[in-house]
Structure formats: C-alpha cells, structure tokens
C-alpha cells in the first residue's frame, strides 16, 4: 500500500514545538528582523531565530577588520557588539513578530552575575529560549574562558539555571580537550540542551603587510570548513545527551539538505544554519523541501525517526585517526 | 540593530508580540535575490573591468550609493560588494566597474558572457542631494568612481526641478577606465592644465575633470582633493553657500576630502567601505565607529546604515 507521504518538519524541542528543525544562528541573523529585508527570506522558514549574542551592558565590539573569508568559511571577531540586554528586551523584542517563529536569546557575559543576571532580565521578558554563549571566542574575558573548562561551564549553568525556568541550551565550544565530558557538566547542572559547537579559532595573515588580517588578530572560523569537525562533536556529544533526553541544535557549515541530514543522522534534534545565510539568504527553503524530500523518500512521518540513527559499528572509535 | 518600535501591535498572555506595525517595517522586502545573466565584461588597463547584469528587480530599486553583493565564484562562495554605477531600469541592467583585489573578483573577470552571477541587491543608503545646494561636488577616487556617476545621471536627470550643476571630479595613479578626452565644457576655477574628462559625462552635458600623479595628458598632476580645493577656492561665499560634496574612494582621500569640506564650509557625505559578510545588516561584519548628534560614539554597519555618511560623523576633526 501506498499512501503519500507528507511528511511533518515539525520537532518538539525542550518542550516547544518548532514548525522546521532549521535554527538561524546566532550573530548572524542581528536581532531577528534583518534579513527579512530580503525579498523571498521568511523568519517562518526557520524553527527558531538565535538573537545577537547579548551582554549586561552595550558593547561596541572589535576593530575591523572583523569578518575574512578563508577556503570554504570565513572568520569573523565581531567582538560581541550589541546594545545591552535591557534594550534588547525593552526596544527589540517588542517588535518582534512571535507568531512568525519562536526567538532563543543568546547571553554572553564576563563573569558569572553577568551571565546571571542577562538570563534573569531575559526570563522576564517573552523569549522563548536562553541559549547560553559559553564559547565566544572573540572577547577578552569571559566566553570561551567559561567553555573550555567543565568546572566553569557547569558553574555558570548552575547559577543561571536558578534564575530561569525557561529552556536553557547550552552552547559548547569545540578549542576544548573532552567536549563530552563539559556536556555530561552542563546536563548535570541544569542545561536542557546544548548546541554544538561554535566557531573555530583561527587567523589570516595580510603577506603583503604582514600583518594579521582581523582586526582582533584572531577569529572565529565558520561554514563549510568546519562541518566535519561539528558532525563529529555532535556525535559525541549525543552520546552522553541521549540517554538524558538533552536534545542538540547541531551546527556549524551546514549549508544544504545533506548537511543537516548528516547532522540530525547524528544525533541533532534541531540544526543551525549561519554562515550559510551569507552565501545564499534564501537557502533555508531549500534546505527545508530537501529534509521533507528525504522523509517522504524513506517513509518517515517525521524528523524524529531519523534523529540519532547513525548506523556504526559501536566501539569502533579511535581516539587516533592515523 | 532594528530600529525600535514604540510598541507591538498587539501582545499575547505570555508577553509576546506580533512584530511592529506595518510603518515600522518598512524594511522588509527591499532587497533581492536574483540570477542575474551576464551581459557583457569590458576590460581596461591595471586590471579594471566594467560589467554589465541583467537583474531588473535591483536595477529598479537602485538609488545612487547603493550597491550589490555578488557571487564571484562558487568556489568562493562569499559574496563581494561592488557599488552599481548605472542602472538602466526599463531595460533591467546594473553595471558596475571593479579592479581585482583577490580571487573574488579575479573569478569573477573570468565568467563568460551568460554566466549566472547572483546578484544581492540594492543595498544602502544613498546620497542624499540636497535642491537648495545645487553645485554638487562629486569627487571619486580610483574604484570610488561608480557611485559618482550614478550620482551625475540621477542629478541629469532630475534636472527639470532643480538648475543642478554638478561638477565630477576623479583621481586615479593608473589609467582611468574609459578613454580620456579634452572636455566641451568649460568650468572656471579649475587649474587650466585639467581639460580632460570623462566622454559619457561630458555627452550628457555633466563637467568632470581628472586627477592623477600619472601623468596622464589633460589631467590635474596632484590629488583630486587638490584639484576640489582649487574649484573651491575659486567660489565667492554665495556660491559656497550653494555647494555641497559627495566622496567615494579610498580612505585616505575621504578622510582629505572631509578636510577640504570643513576647510570651506561645505556638507559632505562620503561612501566608505568594510570587509563584508551578510550585506543585510545581519552580522555586524561591517560595523564602523560613527560619531553621533550628542557627541557619542555609536558603531554603524557600512552596508545598511551606510554605505553613505556625514563626512564629519566617520572623519571628525581630532581623528582626520
Ligand atoms: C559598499 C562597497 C562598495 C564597493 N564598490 C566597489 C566598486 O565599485 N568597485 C571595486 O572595484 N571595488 C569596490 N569595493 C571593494 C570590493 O568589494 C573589494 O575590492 C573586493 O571585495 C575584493 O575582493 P577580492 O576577492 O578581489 O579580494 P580579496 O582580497 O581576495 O578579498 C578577500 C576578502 O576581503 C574582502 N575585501 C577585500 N578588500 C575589500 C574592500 N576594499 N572592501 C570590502 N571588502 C574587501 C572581500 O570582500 C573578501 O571577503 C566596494 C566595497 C564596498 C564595501
Ligand atoms: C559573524 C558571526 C557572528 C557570530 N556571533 C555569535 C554570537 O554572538 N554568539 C554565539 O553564540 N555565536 C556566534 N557565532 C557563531 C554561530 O552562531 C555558529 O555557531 C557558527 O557560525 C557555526 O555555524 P555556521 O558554520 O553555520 O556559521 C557567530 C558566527 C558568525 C559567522
Ligand atoms: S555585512 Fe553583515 S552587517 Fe554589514
């Protein structure tokens, strides 16, 4: 028998239901409204829109430059400019449309009342998720300092999960030794989901000046160059997630359907797309009729039959690749 | 960051809005994406090219200073921003003239003719002219030039209204792309050795002059900001009274061109660029330091709160 598929897009996560897996990531999509100035873009296209990531007070961010492309990627150390997390919440999100789709606030702080109290100002106000930025390369103090330490990391869930009962997504970094072992902290502190990973560290050099290209002299390195690094930690990570129900918003150089069915295979509930945007802004419809294209061809009624069915042989990984 | 609405237009038990007003949102859909087909590629000295696309949603939302953000390469897949030079809105072509930098824009001089060429476009505030000063000074440097002659056509064109008398300045150190001929018009206070223009301009009855170290015949030998301090200088103060200046180029000579504005008076807006990611405002790649009203200092990105600013918010003083 027959019947027509139609596959559903739909994916519960934490609790919300978001009408597509496609997640647009944070700092690259400003604070929801910008690239609807593009004709053809929809912010319903995407189960959620990541706002800039956001800091007790305005932050003016780093010199220029501040963005390089490299080999399929790019760097960028924006610096984490943004107007403050009482203008976000008291001018921005007012404006916001939230029947279009669901927004995550991403916070960001130096220490950790910073991050305590962003995500206290952010619990008050209507946003629908709090996406913790653990791992911002591109700032002096705070960011990857936290990331790339489980005892920091599972100190600042620790702290802002008591301030919030709004899901709390823990966004990882991958310039860390055991990534899995920093998940296993954050599940256990409180974090409802984690997002693996954010941009790796790296840098350009200008051989006719020599000197660095971004400003910053480092960066953050996105999109496609980085997609295997990604598949692989979200991998990891799903390990020790899945048996908690901590669902994962994979990222990192995803630019088509593949990509985020690779992604999803390994174990992402939601998948982000940034970079990407930049390349083609129109390309979450694209990458949404393929995902729904994919289900139908292998009778699937929903993303969540194929969330984690990654068919390998277990045991098998080697910690040396050579 | 967005522009913030007084309020949302209705909000639900749980807080949450349905977006601003319509009027608040007059941002969406004002960008294209469109396959754009290559028309034609024009090759001059010093690696300078002159292309032509047809994409007919950018060409007829395009205003002077705006630019678009093309796929070169897929290889490549950033995008680069090159400002639109002309525009020909009937017939649905941008043409836009750019020397290669890097491997972007080399790609790009190697697509043949009927290349797919994404076009991402128009983007940015444009200049703004202002009827009450109808002597515009438009100054272009090297691949500064596109914007300036945008400008002229729309000032040509806008003519009826407004007795616009807009004299084009350009400097270039290598070989202007176009050829170079001793202009029909006269226009006073220039130095008598600058008679060389730009054909096109001069063809729609608009006065440019150029600049160069080059010792290109016809040409001022000195900076064009030289040269507008001459034309400048020559003016009464009615006549100053009546000037207002456009710049785009490389930053060394924005910044003296926002000395030459000052030096006499005179407002001046000026296009500048920064390295790129979105184009659409999404990414803060851009982001400039901007001098506010109030004296603060406010971060503003080049491609959607720009490309076009006041000369004295992006130069002050103290800085230029
Ligand atoms: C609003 C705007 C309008 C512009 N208009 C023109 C024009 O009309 N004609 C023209 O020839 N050039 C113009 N430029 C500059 C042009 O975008 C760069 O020269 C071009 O991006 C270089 O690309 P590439 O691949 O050749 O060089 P690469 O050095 O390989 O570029 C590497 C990276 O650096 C960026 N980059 C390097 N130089 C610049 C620069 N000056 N501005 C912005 N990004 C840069 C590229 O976009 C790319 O991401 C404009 C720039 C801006 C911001
Ligand atoms: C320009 C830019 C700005 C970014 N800003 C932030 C940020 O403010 N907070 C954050 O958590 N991640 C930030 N990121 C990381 C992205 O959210 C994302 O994790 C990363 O780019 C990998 O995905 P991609 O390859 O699809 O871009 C930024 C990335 C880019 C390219
Ligand atoms: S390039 Fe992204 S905000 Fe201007």
Known sequence: MHVPLNPSLAVDFCGLRLASPLVLLSGCVGFGEEYTRVEGFSNRDAGAIVLKGTTREPRLGNPAHRVYETPMGMLNAIGLQNPGADYVIDRILPTLDFTETAFFANVCGSTIEDYVEVTRRFDASPIDAIELNISCPNIKEGGVQFGNSPDMSARVVEACRRVTRKPLITKLSPNQTDIRENARRCIEAGSDALAVINTVMGMAIDVKTRKPVIGNIQGGLSGPAIKPIALLKVMQVAEVARPHNVPIIGQGGICGADDALEFIIAGATAVGVGTALFYEPHCCKRINDGIAAYLAANRMESVGELIGSLDAPKKSVQACAC | ?320
């Open chain 2, 1 to 320: 960051m967005n522009n913030p609405g007084p309020a949302a237009c209705s909000i639900d038990e749980k807080g949450r809005g349905r977006g601003a007003p319509p009027e608040r949102r007059v941002h969406r859909d004002t960008i294209f994406v469109e396959d754009g087909r290559l028309l034609s590629q024009q090759q001059y000295p010093g690696e300078q090219f002159v292309i032509r696309i047809q994409a007919p949603q950018c060409a007829a939302a395009a205003v002077p200073g705006s630019f678009a953000h093309l796929t070169c390469n897929p290889e490549r897949p950033m995008r680069r921003p090159l400002s639109l030079m002309r525009v020909d809105a009937k017939a649905g072509w941008i043409e836009i003239l750019y020397k290669i930098v890097g491997p972007g824009l080399a790609a790009l001089s190697q697509q043949p003719l009927g290349a797919t060429i994404s076009v991402l476009g128009p983007i940015g505030n444009g200049f703004s002219a202002h009827p009450e000063r109808p002597r515009t000074l438009l100054i272009g440097g090297g691949v500064g030039i596109p914007p300036m002659v945008f400008l002229a056509e729309s000032l040509k064109t806008r003519r009826a209204g407004t007795p616009w008398q807009p004299l084009v300045l350009m400097g270039s150190e290598i070989e202007f792309p176009f050829r170079a001929r001793p202009s029909q018009i006269l226009v006073p206070g220039v130095p008598n050795e600058a008679i060389a223009c730009m054909p096109l301009l001069d063809d729609w009855g608009i006065a440019s002059r150029l600049a160069s170290f080059g010792g290109f015949p016809g040409c001022f030998h000195g900076y064009v900001t030289d040269l507008a301090a001459h034309w400048l200088a020559s003016l009464d103060s009615q006549a100053l009274g009546e000037v207002e200046m456009f710049a785009c180029g490389p930053t060394p000579m924005l910044q003296a061109t926002a000395r030459v504005a000052r030096r006499f008076g005179v407002p001046c807006q000026v296009s500048l660029e920064e390295f790129m990611a979105c184009a659409v405002g999404g990414c803060a790649g851009c982001a400039v330091p901007v001098v506010q009203a109030d004296g603060s200092l406010a971060m503003k990105r080049v491609c959607v709160d720009g490309p076009v600013f006041d000369a004295n918010a992006v130069f002050p003083p103290q800085v230029s």
